[in-house]
């Protein structure tokens, strides 16, 4: 199983980036995260979409400016990120599990090689 992220780049605050995660499995059986990592900080959880697209959960950090979202049939989860700010700097991972929703770092197993996200001010 492979999830190759893509779309990361350097923007400036307020502009926008659309990340991609293509799965190599049919996504309609995994629940799918993002999470993002910053220089010298833990890996933390940023939204998740579970296998049906139905449910979405955004990290209050986020909420509103970022959305994520699951083309089924494309097997490809994205995050629409909007307004970034200079704190939104980060590698951004996508996350995927068949049996629960990928919300906590240290309990998925199965993650994306990244794609780093640089907002400057």
């Known amino acids: 199983v492979q999830l190759q992220a893509s779309g990361g780049g350097m923007v400036q605050a307020g502009d926008s980036l659309r990340l991609s995660c293509a799965a190599s499995v049919r996504t309609p059986m995994y629940n799918m995260g993002w999470f993002r990592q910053a220089p010298g900080k833990e890996r933390e959880f940023v939204a998740v979409?579970?296998?049906?697209?139905?449910?979405?959960y955004h990290a209050d950090s986020v909420k509103g400016r970022f959305t994520i979202s699951k083309n089924n049939l494309e097997n490809t989860v994205y995050l629409r990120m909007n307004n970034l700010k200079p704190e939104d700097t980060a590698v951004y991972y996508c996350?995927?599990?068949?049996?629960?929703?990928?919300?906590?770092?240290?309990?998925?197993?199965?993650w994306g090689q990244g794609t780093l996200v640089t907002v400057s001010s």
């Open positions: 996350a995927a599990d068949q049996n629960s929703a990928p919300t906590i770092a240290n309990r998925v197993r199965l």
């Open positions: 979409i579970s296998w049906n697209g139905h449910n979405t």
